[in-house]
């Protein structure tokens, strides 16, 4: 007997020139599809692990499935040469991910790849998101060329025109926030970091940050201008201030400006001088 044969229930493939049983993987012209038989020769059906990859074999007619399928509670991927996928897949311009042991597609969810350094984010469609993203309310940036996730930076936003930082989980900070030992203050609507001198209400004081963004605490020179900050809160202070580190008394306005010279301050007349600012006594 020559070609296909059904032998006790079970399908065979004998050689059309020297009738010899085939197995593994056989392409049927006649009926355009390519099965696999086993070792006893048999034609397989459903998942089978071949050489180490897994196929999809139709489960009445053994045809090999290719491209998506659906086993169970799980998406799989098969190729153009009917292997599972697993790892990273690029299918139609989409990057996807499948899983390293069963091959389920991974969706709405953050994948870490080791091997190239960044956490990247698949969608509830499995595909690999780029640029800005509102994830469950939270606002995250992935680079439009590979998906990365911007995590612990600072990065120029052109859309709002200003500096964001991306926090160790990814997402833009808003608000207060200490940043490696820092403290920053970033705008509540835009996530733009905010510099020089910002009246922080629910803490009912004004603070100065540098031009990196950067809460200053001391004594300050600002546009010529000598300020004074608490040294643990960062809070502007007004009024008589006595400067330890220099063993004086000076006087700062309301506007945090140290005074100079001749100065009327609550009835009184005072005299500070004119370059230290140091309250003249005796």
């Known amino acids: 007997q020559y070609g296909q044969q059904n032998i006790n229930g079970h399908w065979y493939y004998f050689d059309e020139g020297t009738g010899a049983m085939q197995a593994g993987v056989k392409y049927i012209a006649s009926q355009a599809k390519n099965v696999y038989y086993n070792n006893q020769g048999q034609m397989q059906y459903g998942e089978q692990n071949i050489n180490g990859s897994w196929y999809l074999f139709d489960q009445w007619t053994g045809a090999m499935k290719y491209g998506w399928q659906k086993l169970g509670n799980r998406t799989v991927y098969y190729d153009n040469n009917g292997k599972m996928a697993h790892g990273q897949a690029n ?85 207060q926030a200490n940043i490696h030992g820092h403290w920053y203050l970033f705008d509540k609507t835009t996530g733009n970091m905010k510099t020089g001198f910002q009246y922080i209400p629910e803490q009912h004081k004004t603070v100065y940050y540098n031009g990196a963004g950067q809460m200053q605490y001391g004594q300050q020179l600002i546009n010529n201008h000598w300020y004074l900050f608490d040294k643990v809160t960062g809070a502007m202070k007004i009024g008589f201030q006595y400067i330890p580190e220099q063993n004086k008394t000076v006087y700062y306005d309301k506007n945090g400006h140290m005074l100079y010279g001749w100065q009327k301050l609550n009835g009184a007349t005072y005299y500070f001088d004119p370059a230290l600012g140091t309250m003249a006594t005796g």
Request: proline residues 1%.
């Open 91 to 175: 299918v139609k311009g989409h990057w996807y991910y499948f899983d390293d042991i069963d091959g389920h597609e991974l969706t709405s969810q953050f994948k870490r790849i080791a091997n190239q350094n960044k956490t990247v984010y698949y969608n509830d469609q499995g595909q690999m998101l780029y640029g800005p993203q509102v994830i469950n309310g939270k606002t995250y940036y992935f680079d439009y060329g590979t998906g990365k996730l911007r995590a612990d930076v600072f990065y120029y936003n052109s859309a709002t025109k200003g500096t964001q930082y991306y926090n160790e989980q990814g997402q833009v900070v808003y608000g």
